[in-house]
Each structure stands twice: as C-alpha cells, then as structure tokens.
C-alpha cells in the first residue's frame, strides 16, 4: 500500500512491518466506513 500511494504522489508513507494485522495487533486506532452498495441491489431498488 505504502508503494502505491507513493507513485500517487504522496511522499510521508511507509511500509508497516507486519501490515495491517500488526497495526491491529498493536491497538492502534482503524475507521470503520460504510460500504459502497452493490450495482445489483441499486438496480433492484430502482426497479421496484
């Protein structure tokens, strides 16, 4: 993940040692978001 945010653009990133289990591991803080819907469901929806 570092590596391609890197080629975005973005220079203040680095590789986490262990990845994202290991910042799970450590406690440390992560967002939860909502998912984007499905095309299927929206297409459902707009049908009915």
């Not at 391609?4 to 653009?9: A, F, I, N, P």
């Not at 990845?19 to 499905?38: I, K």
């Amino acid at each position: 993940m570092a590596r391609l945010l890197h080629t975005k653009g973005y220079s203040e990133v680095w590789p986490l040692l262990g990845g994202f289990d290991a910042w799970l591991a450590l406690g440390y803080p992560v967002e939860q978001y909502a998912a984007r819907p499905q095309l299927a469901s929206i297409a459902a929806a707009s049908a009915s």
